[in-house]
């Protein structure tokens, strides 16, 4: 009689502990916001590893084509941190260091070769130390590492840069660049193995409206999915479908495009990265070979409405004023055999053409719409979307989450330019030009 006693009081408790168990889930599932996320780029990637590990939110990721096979496969994947502005900072520490919570259990993601931001010998020479200054002061203040090197120290480290005696270069030794797809595959494993549901193939036609909120979104195939809230992340396509709900997203598709050498004798892939103002070029080793990117003044701009609708377009892409970026290297030409002399005589391997989305002052549109209650963004990230991937994912998750933001969320603020701006359209030429003018006068990061 005893052993059944026990047996019995056995079952009542695991039949106790099932149903609390069971109750727990329920409520969790209540209590969690559901957000469906458009777009499975790095940026819709990487808030939904932000919000589904929060364990607040129940994350649906819909992904048109394949997840980070847009404008993310295409990046350079330089990872700089040195930035004027302490949120600017902020946002891209953040990146490093959920880069370095994923390499806890895995090899290196990131490439940590450094970076040198060199202020270049001649008449802009002050203008550009002090920007550097400003930078060193603002990478203290946020614990960073960063050392003044002479001409000679920078020679060193890059022999095949030609430096004026007299120029000056601010070394990061923790800055690097890493596979833009890798990283977005590393937010898409983390959100995966927490729960998140992440689909591919999925295109989304509408937004679904009711009263003044967003209810959910509807694909091409006119299936429904319902949420609390809707994150649209769907790179340079973001400014159509948020046109269709009369929300003028305050960016323009313009070309990124960079170069690639062949092999280089004085070329070694543990060499650090370069940044030149002065040149308008930026260096990182790709192997053996040379890569390199130059800020240019080549009307390269696109109207949404004319954007290829599927991400191989992207990849496709030309534009016909000047369809493979020569016009932009002979703009360049003197400055770049100047400041890197082999590249004159070097073989150029490879030719990457994408597009960027810039706004007018090259920070991200990221938060709540203004038109529209349960609508966010996360896009306009200006050409360094990768860097700022892991800032993106945690201020949105907390913007979204209703959480204590960790940098001032109005500096990225949606709706920002509209005191400054007449009109703020991507569908308006005229606005589309204010942004291609970020994208030349671009210095940094
Ligand atoms: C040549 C080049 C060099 C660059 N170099 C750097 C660099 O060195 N450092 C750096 O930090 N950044 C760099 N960038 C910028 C960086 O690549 C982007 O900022 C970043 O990839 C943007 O990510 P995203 O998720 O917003 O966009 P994307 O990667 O374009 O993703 C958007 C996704 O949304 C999907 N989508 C769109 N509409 C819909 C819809 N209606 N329904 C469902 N899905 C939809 C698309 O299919 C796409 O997969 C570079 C960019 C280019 C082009």
């Known amino acids: 009689m005893p052993y059944l006693r026990r047996a019995f009081l056995f079952f009542i408790f695991y039949f106790l502990f099932f149903i609390f168990y069971f109750l727990f889930k329920v409520l969790i599932g209540y209590t969690m916001k559901k957000v469906i996320i458009v777009g499975g780029g790095i940026l819709g990637l990487s808030c939904a590893y932000y919000l589904q590990t929060s364990g607040q939110a129940q994350v649906i990721l819909l992904e048109a084509g394949s997840f980070a096979a847009a404008t993310t496969s295409q990046a350079a994947a330089l990872l700089t941190r040195a930035r004027s502005d302490l949120n600017d900072g902020l946002m891209v520490d953040e990146t490093h260091r959920v880069i370095k919570q994923f390499e806890q259990n895995t090899h290196p993601i990131m490439q940590r070769n450094g970076c040198i931001h060199i202020a270049s010998q001649g008449d802009n020479f002050h203008s ?47 800055d690097g660049h890493a596979d833009p797809y890798l990283l977005a595959n590393f937010y898409l494993q983390g959100a995966k193995k927490s729960g998140a549901y992440l689909y591919q193939g999925v295109r989304i036609k509408q937004l679904l409206e009711s009263g003044d909120k967003i209810i959910g979104v509807r694909s091409d195939k006119n299936e429904d999915w319902i949420g609390d809230t809707v994150l649209l992340a769907g790179g340079p396509w973001s400014s159509v479908l948020a046109a269709q709900h009369n929300v003028k997203l305050g960016m323009a598709p313009v070309r990124s495009h960079y170069w690639i050498t062949d092999n280089q004798t004085p070329l070694s892939p543990s060499q650090a990265m370069a940044i030149v103002p002065n040149s ?34 992207i990849h496709d892409h030309r534009f016909k004023n000047d369809e493979n970026g020569w016009l932009a290297l002979e703009e360049n030409w003197q400055g770049l055999i100047a400041t890197c002399p082999l590249l004159e005589t070097a073989q150029l391997s490879h030719y990457i053409s994408g597009i960027s989305s810039y706004t007018p002052d090259s920070l991200p549109l990221l938060g709540p719409s203004q038109e529209w209650e349960n609508l966010f963004i996360a896009a306009g990230c ?49 606005f589309r030009q204010t942004c291609l003018l970020a994208r030349i006068n671009k210095k940094t990061g």
């Open 128 to 174: 550009e130390l002090s920007i550097l200054k400003n930078h060193h002061q603002q990478g203290k203040d946020r614990g960073l590492n960063s050392q003044w090197l002479n001409a000679n120290q920078i020679k060193q480290q890059l022999p095949w840069l030609a430096v004026k005696n007299e120029s000056l270069g601010l070394f990061y030794p923790d």
């Open 280 to 313: 308008k070029v930026y260096f990182r080793p790709e192997n053996k070979g040379l890569l390199f990117g130059v800020r240019d003044s080549q009307n390269c701009i696109i109207d949404p409405k004319e954007l290829p609708t599927t991400q191989q377009g």
């Open 382 to 430: 200006s050409g360094a979307g990768i860097a700022w991937s892991g800032g993106i994912g945690r201020l949105l998750s907390e913007q979204i989450l209703q959480q204590k933001t960790f940098v001032d969320e109005q500096r990225y603020a949606i709706n920002r330019f509209d005191n400054e701006i007449e009109n703020v359209d991507p569908m308006d030429a005229t």
